[in-house]
């Protein structure tokens, strides 16, 4: 039971990896808090993981919904040992194509919330607390027209690395976990591979595959690393 009575906050966690993430921390102890802008799959991740953790709607974009989910986190449990980063959007269009708002949103969903999460609650996080942000294969090798993911990602890795370095004197560690092809809605809302035109080659793995690695990487067995990127693919970058 490596997270007993660990207060863990995982915003997107009303599907896929994030429900994933948030079932494997209450199976071991854990007292989850769900964020997600989608309603009825937040209360019924809550549900399946037991009914006793939280859950918060959230446009995880906006700061005002952000830090409503960190104070009714801090106000049900008084302090956060975990912070699990997850929620993403994703666009499918060549850049000259999309329109600013598109760009600005995806930024918003996947990067911005980041900053914010980890600003309004690294305050309550005590020593020994970790913060583990969803990176991307696609933020090392990637493919056309997912120019907006591809910055969020490849800039969520980089400020990470200089967020590790900011904490250690708090002993609060920030690493990433970067998936690769998973079996969540977001693999299968790519309108290129609903319609057919796009083959995912290699493997492809289970949400649990993911959270598998997050909980390590939150979890006092993986004390010793911070700043990493922990690439869980299925070896699908060395064919991107």
Request: charged share 20%; hydrophobic share 45%.
């Amino acid at each position: 039971m490596r997270f007993r009575e660990k207060v863990c906050l995982v915003s997107g966690g009303g599907s896929g990896i994030g429900r994933a993430t948030c079932l494997r921390f209450a199976a071991e102890g854990g007292l989850v808090a769900v964020v997600d802008l989608n309603e009825s799959g937040g209360r019924q991740t809550v549900e399946m993981a037991g009914g006793t953790g939280l859950f918060v709607k959230a446009d995880v974009g906006n700061v005002s919904d952000v830090k409503a989910a960190v104070d009714a986190t801090i106000s049900k449990w008084g302090r956060i040992d975990v912070l699990v980063n997850n929620a993403a959007i994703m666009t499918f269009k060549p850049v000259v194509e999309l329109s600013e708002a598109e760009w600005d949103k995806v930024l918003a969903v996947n990067l911005r919330s980041v900053f914010l999460f980890c600003k309004y609650s690294i305050p309550h996080m005590p020593p020994g607390s970790a913060v583990i942000n969803v990176s991307s294969v696609h933020a090392h090798q990637t493919t056309p027209n997912v120019g907006p993911y591809v910055a969020s990602k490849g800039g969520m890795e980089a400020f990470s690395r200089s967020l590790a370095l900011e904490l250690g004197p708090r002993k609060i560690r920030v690493n990433c976990v970067a998936p690769g092809a998973v079996n969540a809605p977001m693999l299968w809302s790519n309108p290129l591979v609903k319609a057919g035109k796009e083959k995912i080659e290699g493997a492809i793995g289970e949400p649990e595959d993911i959270a598998s690695a997050i909980c390590y990487l939150a979890s006092n067995e993986a004390k010793f690393i911070n700043g990493q990127t922990l690439v869980v693919d299925g070896g699908r970058l060395d064919i991107l």
